[in-house]
């Protein structure tokens, strides 16, 4: 069967990893058994990604970046170099915790910086952004920008990823001019042309 995929001969790949058409695998990576890779990824340099992660399509991942058993990461997600994602609370080398692993779900659109450390059994929001070096203890709302140590509410970015100002009750982007609103729950909407969030 013809691989779909582009893999540079120094990485170690699973017969059993199922990787997606176009992904490109850069060198010295390796990708362990029952891990999934969607399509038109961007695996850089020394990334490792165990069984039983789920990456989905369109996801770029740079260099020196572990994905441990519980992490998924959905489509279009940006994961910055050196990130480091966990999967036990509290390790001990000479206790065994696997029935312990905690999920972590990094969801659609979102962005960690470079450096930042994501502590297992959160969930990162749609398009939010992770600061360079951030390190986050809770979930992350959808939108949120995440800075410092411990990970603290700075405000929140557009889709493309520039800061939102907020005017009144609107939150409105001077990049790409899209607009948002909080609702009851305090969540961030994106406001369409018909005036519906």
């Given at each position: 069967?013809?691989?779909?995929?582009?893999?540079?001969?120094?990485?170690?790949?699973?017969?059993?990893?199922?990787?997606?058409?176009?992904?490109?695998?850069?060198?010295?990576?390796?990708?362990?058994?029952?891990?999934?890779?969607?399509?038109?990824?961007?695996?850089?340099?020394?990334?490792?990604?165990?069984?039983?992660?789920?990456?989905?399509?369109?996801?770029?991942?740079?260099?020196n970046v572990a994905l441990y058993q519980g992490v998924v990461c959905e489509d279009d997600?940006?994961?910055?170099?050196?990130?480091?994602?966990?999967?036990v609370i509290n390790p001990r080398s000479f206790i065994e915790r696997k029935k312990e692993?905690?999920?972590?779900?990094?969801?659609?659109?979102?962005?960690?910086?470079?450096?930042?450390?994501?502590?297992?059994?959160?969930?990162?929001g749609r398009y939010a952004m992770i600061g360079a070096g951030a390190v986050v203890t809770?979930?992350?709302?959808?939108?949120?920008?995440?800075?410092?140590?411990?990970?603290?509410?700075?405000?929140?970015?557009?889709?493309?990823?520039?800061?939102?100002?907020?005017?009144?009750?609107?939150?409105?982007?001077?990049?790409?001019?899209?607009?948002?609103?909080?609702?009851?729950?305090?969540?961030?909407?994106?406001?369409?042309?018909?005036?519906?969030?």
């Amino acid at each position: 069967m013809k691989r779909e995929y582009q893999a540079d001969a120094t990485s170690l790949i699973s017969e059993q990893a199922r990787i997606g058409r176009g992904t490109r695998i850069w060198q010295f990576c390796n990708i362990m058994a029952d891990a999934v890779i969607g399509e038109n990824c961007n695996i850089g340099q020394n990334v490792f990604i165990e069984s039983g992660v789920h990456v989905g399509d369109r996801v770029k991942i740079k260099n020196n970046v572990a994905l441990y058993q519980g992490v998924v990461c959905e489509d279009d997600v940006f994961l910055g170099p050196n990130c480091v994602f966990t999967n036990v609370i509290n390790p001990r080398s000479f206790i065994e915790r696997k029935k312990e692993f905690r999920q972590t779900v990094v969801k659609k659109g979102a962005t960690i910086g470079a450096n930042a450390t994501i502590i297992c059994g959160n969930t990162i929001g749609r398009y939010a952004m992770i600061g360079a070096g951030a390190v986050v203890t809770h979930d992350v709302g959808d939108y949120q920008l995440i800075v410092g140590n411990p990970g603290r509410v700075a405000g929140y970015v557009c889709v493309c990823g520039e800061k939102l100002q907020q005017e009144g009750g609107i939150w409105q982007c001077r990049g790409c001019g899209r607009r948002y609103r909080r609702d009851d729950s305090e969540e961030m909407e994106e406001e369409t042309q018909d005036g519906i969030y």
